[in-house]
C-alpha cells in the first residue's frame, strides 16, 4: 500500500467552490482501480491550506489515476482556485 499526501493552497474566498470541487474528486477517485481510502484535511492555522491523504494498493494504480483523462478534467476546474500548483508526495512502507 502506497499513501499519496496532496498538498494545496486556495485562493482567498474560493474555499466553497473548492470543497464542492474536492468532494466530486473524491467521489471520482473512490471509483479508480487500486483505491483503498481518502480524507481531506484542512491546516487549523490557516484553512486555506489543505492536505489530501489517499491510500492506493500500489505505486502503478496511483500513477493510473493520477494520469487519468477523469483526473486531468477534475483538475481543469481545481487549478484555477489554487493560489500555487498542488504538491504531490507519494509515501510507500
Do not use: C
Amino acid at each position: 500500500m502506497i499513501r499519496v499526501i496532496i498538498e494545496r493552497h486556495i485562493a482567498d474566498d474560493l474555499a466553497e467552490h473548492y470543497e464542492k470541487a474536492a468532494r466530486n474528486t473524491l467521489q471520482k477517485a473512490m471509483q479508480a482501480h487500486g483505491f483503498i481510502s481518502g480524507e481531506s484535511l484542512k491546516n487549523s492555522n490557516n484553512h486555506n491550506h489543505r492536505f489530501i491523504m489517499a491510500n492506493f494498493r500500489t505505486l502503478q494504480d496511483w500513477q493510473r489515476w493520477f494520469s487519468s483523462e477523469e483526473r486531468k478534467e477534475i483538475m481543469e476546474a481545481i487549478m484555477p482556485m489554487l493560489e500555487t500548483d498542488e504538491k504531490i508526495t507519494v509515501l510507500e512502507h
